[in-house]
């Protein structure tokens, strides 16, 4: 085949791995995608729905010898559009069999129903955390994005934590939750490979977003506590490079997931010296912790200030107090 014209390349990282960078319009930059030549010829995320996107999947595939037509099973490393939106787009060319954790289909199908639930939690959230009602329209916004960068799709296999993978016998399941509660990454023992999706990245440390409880009712996930707990079980696992689904290949997974580690408690230190003069709300640490960040990316910042809360409320550090149905927190 010739490839001289193709934009898009596939890095072959295994005699059965191949790599593809492909663009998203997120500040996160480009995800990588994983194409995995098994029993079934697999593809690991998709990334979102964009023309740029559909481009790069099209011709890193024809890099690698491969049509979309050709893929048989798609595996999500999790639910977020970067890496699932043109899910439907490659299932209605290709007939592949999707595979993801359970608590990623109600995001994947845009269940409207979910969608409704969803946006009337964060309103809640964000009231109880003080954020100014002008500023609350960021939840539709997250609705937006979805419609905009994905379509409603399906999952056809849900995936439990330690089975293996069908048709990728090699392949275990380890569920990873923390980044998102449909988490995901994928291990080989054989190589030590692991392909971890948000979960463990090199270049940027991944945050551990707020979601509501999977039950859709009780107390919401503490999701930075997850996190940590999910990459404590990988640092103790003997991985020689980790796939990650943005930047290069990790390699010294161990001292990362220290760094990462390490990276909490500091911050948490900054918010036990912004309350030593006084309580708080968590939006107000919010925009004290990262004051030129919190306008454009509240629910990034805020899902950080709230974990960090959540770790020093785990260990009796800050109580809480609410007045007017709002949340304020003091040593
Ligand atoms: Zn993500
Ligand atoms: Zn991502």
Redesign the pocket.
């Known amino acids: 085949m010739d490839t001289r014209e193709l934009r898009t390349k596939a890095t072959q990282i295994t005699p059965d791995i191949y790599s593809l960078e492909i663009p998203t319009p997120f500040s996160?930059g480009a995800?990588n995608v994983y194409l995995v030549k098994g029993d079934k010829l697999t593809l690991v995320d998709v990334g979102p729905k964009t023309d740029e996107a559909w481009q790069a999947l099209t011709e890193g595939l024809q890099s690698a010898g491969v049509r979309v037509e050709e893929i048989e099973q798609i595996v999500l490393t999790h639910h977020?559009v970067?890496?699932c939106g043109q899910l439907e787009k490659v299932r209605q060319l290709s007939g592949a069999v999707t595979l993801a954790h359970p608590q990623a289909a109600p995001y994947v199908e845009l269940d409207e129903d979910f969608m409704h639930f969803h946006d009337q939690f964060f309103l809640e959230l964000y009231q109880k955390s003080g954020v100014p009602s002008d500023m609350l329209v960021i939840i539709a916004k997250f609705h937006k994005l979805m419609k905009t960068f994905s379509e409603p799709s399906r999952i056809d296999v849900l995936l439990k934590h330690k089975q293996r993978v069908p048709n990728l016998e090699e392949w275990q399941v380890l569920y990873t939750p923390g980044h998102s509660q449909s988490h995901l990454s994928l291990y080989r023992e054989r190589d030590r490979t692991m392909i971890g999706?948000?979960h463990i990245i090199g270049h940027i440390s991944s945050n551990a977003f707020i979601e509501p409880p999977r039950d859709r009712s009780g107390a919401r996930p503490l999701t930075l506590v997850q996190y940590r707990t999910a990459l404590q079980m990988c640092a103790d696992m003997e991985v020689e490079r980790v796939l990650a689904?943005?930047g290069e290949i990790v390699t010294d997974h161990r001292e990362l997931i220290l760094a990462r580690l390490q990276k909490n408690w500091s911050r948490t230190d900054t918010l036990r010296s912004l309350l030593a003069d006084g309580e708080k709300t968590a939006y107000e640490l919010t925009t004290l912790l990262f004051p030129t960040l919190y306008e454009k990316e509240l629910p990034l910042t805020l899902s950080e200030t709230i974990g960090h809360i959540d770790l020093l409320t785990i260990l009796h550090q800050v109580e809480v107090k609410e007045k007017d149905g709002v949340l304020y927190y003091h040593l």
């Open positions: 996160v995800v977020h970067d890496h999706g948000d689904g943005h």
